[in-house]
């Protein structure tokens, strides 16, 4: 029994428990919370026996195993440095940190101390992300990849009204569309083909000093890739695979629930599989098979596959003038 805190008290956060809870070898057993009233709610809530409001104590406990990550950005390195410096396996929520440089020092915290370190991006350990992978053969010679994630985000209607600037918009976390919607468009890339010989970034910056959508071109020596992303606007778009045999279509780039490949001959094959409601099974399962089997990395979301995608971001990042305060430190 793999013995869990967790650092984050949002949405996700609840998604996360909902999805490892159905795992046998999953126990909740610690949660930090900057607030003792935040933190007694959310362990009631969720039936949490110990709450910490130092995070030092937290990391530092007997209680946990394995930490699960979902602060802000901006807080992922030094929160998960930390935790695997007392010993204990960590999961972070995408994207691993604000730039290459933390991400380094991450990989590295996870190798001296002979502990998991796993980026929580969910979509590549799906059944129906396998499949993809798996098909990808039969639609001949790849020539172009194409994934959307734009979504209107719910603090954008506050943002625009001057009211606050939500933590979505503001550079102090490391956010915007990039890093918050874009990364899920690079991450599968960088699975299935690996790191691209040229990036091409566009991005309209907003006034708090984020990027609320952006494009990348991304060039490699056979094929290219076309990525759009945005938090200020809504997309319905399919995402592609296109081959010169035919193209894989499917509908989520984020979370991939309905696969097929269409044939040039016109002939169409279907390779949905059924998967869980919860994607977010399937990293904790990855994670908990890790830690239980002795691996340090996983093949899938390796820690060479993480620095290639937060190379990916800064190279976008520096070429639309996105910097954040963690840039500087």
């Given amino acids: 029994m793999i013995r869990f805190g967790i650092i984050g008290t949002n949405w996700i956060t609840e998604d996360f428990i909902n999805a490892a809870r159905q795992i046998g070898d999953f126990t909740l057993t610690a949660v930090y919370s900057r607030t003792e009233e935040k933190g007694r709610q959310f362990a009631g809530k969720h039936d949490i026996p110990n709450v910490y409001t130092n995070l030092e104590q937290f ?106 600037i939500p933590n979505a918009f503001n550079p102090l976390f490391s956010n915007g569309a990039l890093m918050d919607l874009g990364v899920y468009c690079i991450y599968p890339l960088v699975v299935l083909f690996g790191q691209p010989e040229r990036i091409q970034a566009n991005g309209l910056m907003l006034d708090s000093g984020v990027d609320g959508a952006g494009s990348l071109l991304l060039s490699y020596k056979d094929m290219d890739a076309v990525i759009q992303y945005s938090k200020i606007v809504d997309s319905y778009a399919s995402a592609e695979i296109q081959g010169e045999n035919g193209t894989i279509v499917f509908d989520k780039i984020s979370r991939p629930d309905k696969v097929q490949i269409r044939y040039r001959d016109g002939k169409v094959e279907e390779l949905t599989e059924p998967q869980a409601d919860n994607a977010m099974y399937y990293e904790v399962q990855e994670f908990i098979q890790l830690i239980k089997s002795g691996a340090k990395q996983s093949s899938v979301n390796s820690h060479a596959n993480s620095l290639k995608v937060i190379e990916i971001m800064d190279e976008a990042r520096k070429q639309i003038g996105l910097i954040y305060p963690a840039d500087r430190i």
């Fill in 59 to 164: 990391a530092a406990s007997s209680e946990l195993d394995a930490v699960y990550i979902a602060s802000p950005n901006s807080l992922h390195a030094d929160y998960a440095i930390l935790c695997m410096n007392h010993g204990k396996h960590v999961l972070c929520e995408k994207p691993l940190a604000s730039n290459a440089h933390e991400v380094r020092r991450m990989l590295e915290a996870a190798s001296v101390n002979g502990v998991v370190l796993l980026e929580a991006m969910k979509s590549t350990f799906t059944p129906n992300f396998l499949v993809i992978q798996n098909n990808l053969h039969k639609i001949g010679p790849v020539r172009r990849y194409f994934a959307s994630y734009c979504q209107y985000s719910s603090r954008y209607d506050i943002y625009k009204r001057g009211e606050e």
